[in-house]
């Protein structure tokens, strides 16, 4: 593999892993991809067990980052109906706000579904600083494991 093409493949691994902020793009996939396209290329075991790695590791890190917030959002009482209010809310936002509006709309829509339900303004505040731990921890996985897949590659590249 040439230096231009490595310096490419590396301009993608950064954009994947600079894509785990944007919201509804697949970073684990670009990252895998990224991973893939080297793989290919290079054509060595070394490559394809790393390839086989990352699979591994971002396929434990989607489970973890579907499980981990809902568990929490529900211990703290937060039901589905305020979830799905949230989402339709953080999909207007970023509608009318590309990028910035989709959590703004996320926020915004937890705080007014919880507000209403009793304890005023603070109870609506904790729900709402509960439910962005939540999604900060599952955006805290996605980019731990982008960043396993980014340093293996990493490497790998430069050892071979």
């Known amino acids: 593999m040439g230096s231009l093409q490595l310096c490419l493949v590396g301009l993608a691994m950064l954009a994947g892993l600079l894509a785990v902020a944007v919201p509804g793009v ?88 919880s507000r209403p339900r009793g304890g005023g303004h603070r109870a609506a505040v904790a729900a709402t600083r509960t439910a962005m731990r939540a999604v900060g921890l599952s955006v805290l996985a996605e980019l731990f494991t982008c960043l396993l897949v980014a340093g293996a590659w990493l490497v790998a590249a430069v050892t071979s």
């Open 26 to 113: 697949p970073a684990p996939l670009v990252c895998w991809a990224v991973v893939l396209w080297w793989a290919s290329a290079v054509h060595t075991a070394t490559a394809w067990y790393v390839l086989f790695g990352s699979a591994v590791v971002l396929a434990l890190g989607q489970v973890l980052r579907r499980l981990a917030p809902g568990r929490r959002l529900r211990d703290s009482g937060i039901d589905r109906q305020t979830l799905v209010t949230c989402v339709i809310c953080g999909i207007g936002g970023f509608v009318v706000l590309p990028v910035v509006g989709g959590p703004l709309g996320f926020v915004a829509g937890m705080y007014a579904q």
